[in-house]
């Protein structure tokens, strides 16, 4: 069974960083593109960024310049590097994985982590 667990979530203040990572089991790693969304109760699932099996990566507008994704197709694992973290940024992140080279619609990606909270708060 595909699994996407997800960890790194947490309470932090704003100006920190984070790094969320997520583990994935049960698929072929190399065929998939790996995407980090991000979602706050009662709004769309917001993409945030996604990775390609073979190494490039891309990030929303909304973001880029503080978060970026990073990942290793031997561990299996994509990461979520955040920095500069604003209050608005508190939501419930989630990794997902899709057929290779999928894009920014949620709609588009197979599997889905259980997520894990972010939330910046002074």
């Known amino acids: 069974q595909v699994q996407l667990v997800e960890s790194g979530g947490g309470l932090v203040q704003p100006g920190d960083s984070l790094r969320l990572s997520c583990a994935a089991s049960?698929?072929?790693?190399?065929?998939?593109?790996m995407a980090w969304f991000r979602q706050v109760s009662g709004k769309e699932r917001e993409w945030l960024g996604n990775?390609?099996?073979?190494?490039?990566?891309f990030v929303a507008d909304s973001v880029k310049g503080r978060f970026a994704i990073s990942g290793d197709n031997a561990k299996n694992t994509v990461n979520l590097e955040m920095s500069s973290l604003k209050s608005e940024d508190t939501a419930v992140y989630y990794c997902a994985a899709g057929p290779n080279l999928v894009g920014t619609e949620s709609s588009a990606y197979s599997f889905w982590g259980q997520g894990t909270q972010v939330t910046v708060s002074s």
């Open positions: 049960g698929l072929t790693f190399s065929s998939y593109t």
């Open positions: 990775r390609w099996s073979g190494g490039p990566t």
